[in-house]
DNA sequence: TTGTATGCGTTATCAC
DNA sequence: GTGATAACGCATACAA
């Protein structure tokens, strides 16, 4: 087993020493060794080391002395289970996250990893393959109070996740919000979806393009319908007609934007713009017009949504609209420590305006 | 304080979903919930619960359904405690995976991450910004027995983190290696930096080229005396001279590479190809070509290591070396779980051989 | 100022 | 089959 031996006084250590030589597992030394190491009680040890002030000044000294000597570390997991708080925010990492491609997660992780540290939480990742194991993932460490609360990613329409985290009243704050006819009683941080792709199908209507089509994503995700409708909205202001047959569905991989788009194109040859649900399929997208033989931003314009670091190194650089992944993940992590900690008054939620940026996948105006 | 109140039968399930109205906290369900409303021991419950043979069949359903009944979750953190054991593995997130081009921590975190879930792991990941506190956070996460085990990443000469794990003899895999000089005594995953540069500066020599400059990375870094090495293996092989004022140092960040080509090429007009030591330079090597109005892979060959995303998709198409990070990232946490589970006489360390990636940016012979 | 006793939630040991 | 009891390592109410 682990830890045959203990040794308690700075007369053993040298046996410590060599058993620990022979042994290849590394041995904890305890508040218990420390204390009888120090020859008091663990009660004085702990407080002597949790720096109350009712511990005579020189057994403290001594205290710590022995404690830096035998590199005393004490143990979080039973310290936690004591406070009944982890310290810890949690994060399921979807299957789509896997992708080589995808930047989405990756940065949102970064952001929320980022303010976890700066507020002494640590970040506990779960990598999922389907989704039904991710919400045994949430279950699995929220439940068992392995974190303090939870993030969660990507909403889907009627999500079980968010479901099982309101029933059980337990702390998660959601990057993304509910489907448009959905209630959205829970804290959340998302980009205005809708105003985004209004922003960047306007933008191309200004530039005299009249056939736009719209490669949406999968039907599932909370976030499609929003798209779909800053799409329909932009349409409407210009009295253009919303055509059903300009609407194809992706998986949001780069693959799948580029065959909808070949599919686009092949069916009607009339259409000069398309506008991706997201930058990944936009960049499946310009590779489909360039197979064609065609050239993104001459004869056909394209546009995406999210601004990954890639849309600003393509040829030619895509226009998009910036969501400020990393930025968000902050926010998100803020929220849900505040939350943890009781200081905020539950906000509702927060709508960050995405902003547009028009690069050289726009072309020139008609 | 936290949970104020307990329900222990089935009966009183009104009254506590009643105060949970009132309460904002979550209510956990412990072992001792679902004895009492059982009518048996803790211990039975437990038992029944964890599949022993010991406990008779009825009682065994009884528990079960009123466990499932009562929304019943362990306690992983009392369970970490009694087993000894996290079943979680750790990794430092360093101040330079925070830079918004960095591709390479993210993958290797997903590989790290994708390994720990398919076994039963979770990963406890710890952002910091400084390298004290890096060192710091192993400390406290290994010692504090937050995990079983932790991953360092990009190594440094004489790295302390890697002294500290091993003067404490607690389980831990590198992903990379030591200097040149110093001891590989400890199990680590990395690619063959020297044999990579290498076959570049080789490949580009087959070329035609006689004049090719080296983007250095910091010299703190583990890694960069094998690719200097390679470099100038390369070139002795050729019989080409090695000139010192041929090789600048960048920081590994885009810019960093955009300025130091640029200050390479003034210097020596003569340089047809510049070789980097990572990919983000190169990329910023590249841009420094196209600024002053020249043609990567027609006035300058540009040449890279990592082979990130970004890579394929530039334009033109980064010649590089692939270092399969991802996979880099699978290998390490499988290395570590072995050796947490003690199932593995710990391998010293596995070398990977790259594989070159030409792309359009090494032009045609000249 | 210090020590004793108890509890956090779970599992292992050993009686019955 | 089942149930007290102890233990994991730490923190705290209370007593001395």
Same mark, same amino acid.
């Given at each position: 087993?682990?830890?045959?031996?203990?040794?308690?006084?700075?007369?053993?250590?040298?046996?410590?020493?060599?058993?620990?030589?022979?042994?290849?597992?590394?041995?904890?030394?305890?508040?218990?060794?420390?204390?009888?190491?120090?020859?008091?009680?663990?009660?004085?040890?702990?407080?002597?080391?949790?720096?109350?002030?009712?511990?005579?000044?020189?057994?403290?000294?001594?205290?710590?002395?022995?404690?830096?000597?035998?590199?005393?570390?004490?143990?979080?997991?039973?310290?936690?289970?004591?406070?009944?708080?982890?310290?810890?925010?949690?994060?399921?990492?979807?299957?789509?996250?896997?992708?080589?491609?995808?930047?989405?997660?990756?940065?949102?992780?970064?952001?929320?990893?980022?303010?976890?540290?700066?507020? %002494?939480?640590?970040?506990?990742?779960?990598? %999922?393959?389907?989704?039904?194991?991710?919400?045994?993932?949430?279950?699995?460490?929220?439940?068992?109070?392995?974190?303090?609360?939870?993030?969660?990613?990507?909403?889907?329409?009627?999500?079980?996740?968010?479901?099982?985290?309101?029933?059980?009243?337990?702390?998660?704050?959601?990057?993304?919000?509910?489907?448009?006819?959905?209630?959205?009683?829970?804290?959340?941080?998302?980009?205005?979806?809708?105003?985004?792709?209004?922003?960047?199908?306007?933008?191309?209507?200004?530039?005299?393009?009249?056939?736009?089509?719209?490669?949406?994503?999968?039907?599932?995700?909370?976030?499609?319908?929003?798209?779909?409708?800053?799409?329909?909205?932009?349409?409407?202001?210009?009295?253009?007609?919303?055509?059903?047959?300009?609407?194809?569905?992706?998986?949001?991989?780069?693959?799948?934007?580029?065959?909808?788009?070949?599919?686009?194109?092949?069916?009607?040859?009339?259409?000069?713009?398309?506008?991706?649900?997201?930058?990944?399929?936009?960049?499946?997208?310009?590779?489909?017009?360039?197979?064609?033989?065609?050239?993104?931003?001459?004869?056909?314009?394209?546009?995406?949504?999210?601004?990954?670091?890639?849309?600003?190194?393509?040829?030619?650089?895509?226009?998009?609209?910036?969501?400020?992944?990393?930025?968000?993940?902050?926010?998100?992590?803020?929220?849900?420590?505040?939350?943890?900690?009781?200081?905020?008054?539950?906000?509702?939620?927060?709508?960050?305006?995405?902003?547009?940026?028009?690069?050289?996948?726009?072309?020139?105006?008609?």
């Amino acid at each position: 087993m682990r830890n045959p031996k203990r040794f308690g006084h700075l007369q053993d250590c040298k046996i410590a020493y060599f058993s620990l030589k022979e042994d290849v597992l590394f041995m904890p030394v305890t508040l218990k060794d420390v204390a009888a190491a120090a020859g008091c009680s663990v009660t004085t040890t702990s407080r002597a080391l949790g720096g109350y002030d009712d511990v005579n000044e020189q057994t403290r000294e001594r205290i710590i002395t022995i404690a830096k000597e035998l590199g005393y570390q004490p143990n979080v997991l039973a310290r936690q289970l004591q406070a009944q708080r982890a310290d810890t925010i949690g994060f399921v990492f979807p299957q789509a996250a896997h992708q080589p491609d995808d930047d989405f997660f990756s940065l949102l992780m970064k952001g929320i990893s980022y303010v976890a540290s700066n507020n %002494q939480f640590d970040l506990l990742v779960s990598s %999922q393959l389907t989704q039904e194991d991710e919400l045994r993932a949430y279950q699995r460490i929220a439940a068992g109070r392995r974190v303090d609360g939870v993030i969660v990613a990507r909403t889907l329409r009627n999500d079980p996740r968010i479901k099982y985290l309101k029933n059980n009243n337990y702390p998660f704050v959601v990057s993304g919000r509910s489907a448009p006819d959905e209630p959205d009683d829970f804290p959340y941080v998302d980009a205005d979806s809708q105003a985004g792709i209004r922003q960047v199908v306007a933008h191309f209507i200004g530039y005299g393009h009249e056939h736009i089509g719209f490669i949406s994503s999968p039907p599932e995700l909370a976030f499609t319908e929003y798209r779909l409708h800053g799409y329909r909205d932009a349409l409407a202001a210009a009295n253009l007609p919303y055509r059903a047959d300009y609407v194809v569905h992706g998986d949001l991989q780069r693959e799948s934007g580029q065959q909808a788009a070949e599919d686009l194109l092949r069916r009607h040859p009339q259409i000069t713009a398309i506008v991706s649900s997201n930058d990944a399929m936009a960049l499946g997208a310009m590779a489909a017009v360039q197979s064609i033989g065609k050239q993104v931003g001459v004869d056909v314009a394209i546009g995406g949504f999210d601004d990954i670091p890639l849309a600003r190194y393509s040829v030619p650089g895509l226009t998009t609209v910036r969501q400020p992944i990393y930025h968000i993940g902050e926010l998100v992590a803020e929220m849900l420590i505040q939350i943890i900690n009781g200081e905020a008054p539950e906000e509702t939620g927060i709508l960050l305006e995405p902003e547009l940026i028009v690069r050289d996948s726009s072309g020139q105006p008609l």
